[in-house]
């Protein structure tokens, strides 16, 4: 049994080096995991690489209201019950908080 069986894990800036090292961590403990980044060429490389049925990815930007609608199935349909933050804009000029 996993320390987060049954829990959906959202992870921004997925396809980042903390994001994907997260995500192979939550996915050993049993979660389900939803990647979201800004790119959307590492995020298809990072699923690859993960090779999981229990990973899912959609490419938004989370400094924004509005984003793309997440896929119609897989882990993301499910609700969301832990957040993992490691969207990290590219120059501290990106970063109006
Ligand atoms: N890697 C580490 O060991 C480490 C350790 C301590 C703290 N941190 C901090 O954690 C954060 C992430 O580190 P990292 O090494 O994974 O960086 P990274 O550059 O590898 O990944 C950041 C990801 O965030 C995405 N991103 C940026 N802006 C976004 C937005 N608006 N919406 C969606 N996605 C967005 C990028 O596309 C990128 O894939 C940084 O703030 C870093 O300072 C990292």
């Not at 050993?28 to 995991?33: I, T």
């Not at 969207?87 to 501290?92: H, L, N, V």
Request: net charge negative.
């Amino acid at each position: 049994m996993g320390l987060l069986d049954d829990r959906v894990c959202v992870i921004t800036g997925g396809a980042g080096s903390l994001g994907v090292a997260s995500a192979r961590l939550f996915l050993d403990e049993g979660a389900k995991v939803m990647l979201v980044d800004l790119d959307a060429a590492a995020l298809a490389r990072s699923v690859a690489d993960l090779a999981s049925p229990n990973v899912d990815a959609v490419a938004a930007d989370v400094s924004q209201a509005t984003g793309r609608a997440p896929p119609s199935s897989g882990p993301s349909r499910a609700s969301a019950r832990s957040m993992c933050s490691s969207a990290t804009p590219a120059t501290r000029a990106q970063w109006s908080p």
